[in-house]
């Protein structure tokens, strides 16, 4: 079996770039997404069942149907990202990988 940072990096650079975020932005996410190596994919899922435990679903998260969000779940049991990031890509949702990198994490792919 690959080494799981082969492998995930090997998923991110064939993720589609997402329609949804502008074309001067693409490049920013994409290359925290990358130094940071999964964390990004970890924290958002990780952020979405908490919220959808409390009664607060992210609307993107509510709008996967339940194998999906199981599929999401065990990734995160695992401590997969390459996982995460197909399941996002697979529903449309890779975009929103791209917005919470730069929202939440742009400051600390600065100084990785």
Do not use: C
């Not at 079996?1 to 074309?23: A, H, T």
């Not at 994409?30 to 009664?55: S, W």
């Amino acid at each position: 079996m690959q080494p799981l940072s082969y492998y995930y990096y090997n998923v991110l650079e064939g993720l589609e770039k997402p329609s949804d975020v502008p074309s001067t932005l693409l490049q920013e996410g994409y290359d925290i997404l990358y130094r940071l190596g999964g964390r990004v994919e970890m924290d958002l899922i990780a952020k979405a069942e908490e919220g959808n435990a409390q009664g607060e679903p992210f609307h993107w998260y509510e709008d996967l149907d339940a194998e999906q969000r199981a599929k999401l779940h065990k990734a995160l049991e695992d401590n997969n990202p390459a996982k995460i990031l197909k399941v996002m890509q697979r529903n449309g949702y890779a975009g929103v990988l791209y917005h919470h990198a730069r929202e939440h994490f742009q400051s600390a792919a600065d100084v990785a």
